[in-house]
């Protein structure tokens, strides 16, 4: 199953509709799916491990897959077993 982190902050104004989007497909496909704020401790050892510069970041599988929102497409695409 694939592992899903998106990373954000409280004043993205991106992150909402990224955290929309990526808890939509989890009704739809199975993959783990956790928010970090980057400003927690767990966010600030994942914006040192990945050299996080911009959010929303979605790791996928312990890859940085996006930087920014994605379309739903590519966000799908990335998600499905």
Known sequence: ???VQLV???SC???????SMFKDLKTKH??????IDA??????????????MAVPTIIVD???Q????PSKEKAEAAVKS
Not at 30 to 35: L, M, P, R, T, V
Not at 40 to 49: C, F, M, N, P, R
């Open 1 to 3: 199953m694939k592992k």
């Open 39 to 52: 400003e927690s401790a767990e966010g600030q050892k994942l914006v040192q491990k990945f050299d996080i």
């Open 8 to 10: 954000y902050t409280k």
């Open 30 to 35: 199975k993959f783990d799916y956790e928010e």
């Open 66 to 69: 996006f930087v920014g929102l």
């Open 13 to 19: 104004i991106y992150c909402p509709a990224a955290k």
């Open 62 to 64: 312990n890859k940085v």
